[in-house]
């Protein structure tokens, strides 16, 4: 169950089906030394950055 906070009140979301789809942002180019606990400096590295989509159909769930 997820909450979402707005102000003093709190609207608890509950999903009944959803999916999570990673999306590619862009890439982001390292040392790879920074990257593998300072070993192999000198050496490009590249990472990509993610966000993700949840696509899903949300309800709101009363408080209790």
């Known amino acids: 169950m ?11 979301l509950q999903a009944k089906t959803y999916k999570i ?4 942002m862009g890439t982001k180019a390292f040392d790879k ?5 300072q070993n192999d400096y000198g ?3 590249t990472i ?7 696509d899903g159909v949300w309800i709101s769930v ?3």
Do not use: D, F, R, S
């Open 43 to 45: 050496n490009p590295y």
């Open 2 to 12: 997820n909450a979402i906070c707005q102000g003093e009140n709190t609207i608890n």
């Open 33 to 37: 030394g920074m990257m593998t606990y």
């Open 48 to 54: 990509p950055i993610y966000c993700w989509y949840i």
């Open 21 to 24: 789809h990673p999306i590619v």
């Open 62 to 64: 009363p408080q209790k």
